[in-house]
C-alpha cells in the first residue's frame, strides 16, 4: 500500500495550500468586521467601492510583484517606475500628443525600463535586491532631471485620461473594473499556462527548472517586463487622479506591494504562492488604513502598526519554509 503515500501526500499539501489562503481571507473578514462593529458605515456600498478605488493604484503593482517573488526575486524599483513613465507620457501629452498614444506610451516605458531589471537581473547574473534597488535610484533620478522637480500638468484634464481613473461604467469605478479584468488575465497567465508554471518552477529549484529545459534568462525578464508595465498602468491611474504627474509620485509604493504580497502568502523564498491570495492582500493592506483612522489611531503610528504587520506577515512566511 505505499503506492498510495505521494497521493496522500499531494492530497495534504492541496489542502495545506487551500487552508493558507482561507486563513488570510478569514483575516481580512475579521478585520472588516471589527472595523464594521466600530462604525456600522463601513459596510456601506459607497464606502466600499470607494475603498476598491483607493487599493487599486497597489493592486496592479502587487499583482507584478508576484510574478517577481514567485521567481525569489524582488522589485523595488516599481514606485520609481511608475513615477518615471507617468511624467514622460505627461511630458508627450503636454507636447500635444494624441491621450490614448500617450497612454500606450507610457505601458511601453514602463515595460521597457522593467525589462531593464530583468536583463540585469538574468544576464548579468546580479541579485534582484541590488539590481532594482540601484535602478530605483536611476529612475527616480531621471524623473527629477526629466520634471526640472516641478509638476507636470498641461493638457492632464482631457475625458479619456479623467475617466482612466476617475471614471464610472455601470455605477462601478472603472480603475476597480480595469483591476479586476487584469487579475483574471494574470490569474490564467500564472495558474493556467506554461508560462506560469515555469515561473513556478524557476522560484521552486532554479537548477531543476534549467535542467527541465526553461529558459531561465526569458522567464525572468518576462516577469520583470511585466512588472514594469503593472507600474506603468498604476501611475497612469495616479496622474489621471491627480490631474498631474509628479516626480515624488509612487514613493514608497513597492513596500505596501511587497506586504500586499506577503499577507497573500507568498514566499519570499519562492515557488509558492497565488494571485487569490495577493489580492486579499491588497484589500487587508487597503481596509487597514481607514480601520485604524475609525479607531483613531494617528497618522504616525500608522506606520508604526503598517511595519509590525508586514514583519510579522515575513516572520510567519519565514516559519512556514523552516516546517517545509
Request: aromatic residues 8%.
Amino acid at each position: 500500500m505505499l503506492w498510495h503515500l505521494p497521493q496522500e501526500e499531494n492530497k495534504l499539501k492541496a489542502l495545506t495550500k487551500k487552508f493558507s489562503s482561507l486563513t488570510t481571507l478569514l483575516a481580512l473578514m475579521i478585520l472588516m468586521a471589527v472595523i464594521t462593529i466600530i462604525n456600522p458605515n463601513f459596510l456601506t456600498t459607497n464606502n466600499l467601492l470607494n475603498l476598491l478605488l483607493q487599493v487599486t493604484a497597489n493592486g496592479f503593482i502587487a499583482f507584478g510583484m508576484t510574478f517577481v517573488i514567485l521567481t525569489s526575486g524582488i522589485d523595488l524599483s516599481v514606485g520609481a517606475i511608475l513615477a518615471l513613465s507617468s511624467a514622460i507620457s505627461a511630458g508627450f501629452i503636454a507636447q500635444g500628443m494624441p491621450l490614448p498614444l500617450a497612454v500606450i506610451c507610457a505601458l511601453l516605458i514602463g515595460a521597457i525600463l522593467g525589462a531593464i531589471n530583468g536583463i540585469l537581473v538574468a544576464y548579468g547574473k546580479l541579485a534582484p535586491f541590488i539590481v532594482t534597488l540601484a535602478t530605483q535610484m536611476v529612475y527616480r533620478g531621471a524623473t527629477l532631471v526629466f520634471t526640472n522637480g516641478n509638476p507636470i500638468t498641461k493638457h492632464l484634464d482631457g475625458y479619456f485620461l479623467a475617466y482612466l481613473g476617475q471614471g464610472y461604467l455601470l455605477g462601478i469605478p472603472f480603475p476597480v473594473i480595469l483591476m479586476i479584468v487584469v487579475f483574471v488575465i494574470l490569474y490564467i497567465l500564472l495558474h493556467k499556462t506554461a508560462f506560469g508554471k515555469s515561473v513556478y518552477a524557476l522560484g521552486g529549484n532554479e537548477k531543476a527548472a534549467y535542467i527541465s529545459g526553461i529558459k531561465l534568462n526569458k522567464v525572468k525578464i518576462a516577469i520583470y517586463t511585466l512588472s514594469g508595465a503593472m507600474s506603468a498602468i498604476s501611475g497612469l491611474i495616479i496622474t489621471s487622479r491627480l490631474s498631474s504627474a509628479t516626480p515624488q509620485a509612487g514613493s514608497g509604493y513597492e513596500m505596501y506591494a511587497i506586504a500586499a504580497v506577503v499577507l497573500g502568502g507568498t514566499s519570499l523564498m519562492g515557488g509558492k504562492g497565488r494571485m487569490f491570495g495577493t489580492m486579499v492582500g491588497v484589500l487587508i493592506i487597503g481596509v487597514l488604513h481607514p480601520g485604524l483612522n475609525i479607531i483613531g489611531v494617528s497618522a504616525f503610528w500608522q506606520q508604526v502598526i503598517q511595519g509590525i504587520v508586514i514583519l510579522i506577515a515575513v516572520l510567519i512566511d519565514v516559519i512556514r519554509s523552516k516546517r517545509k
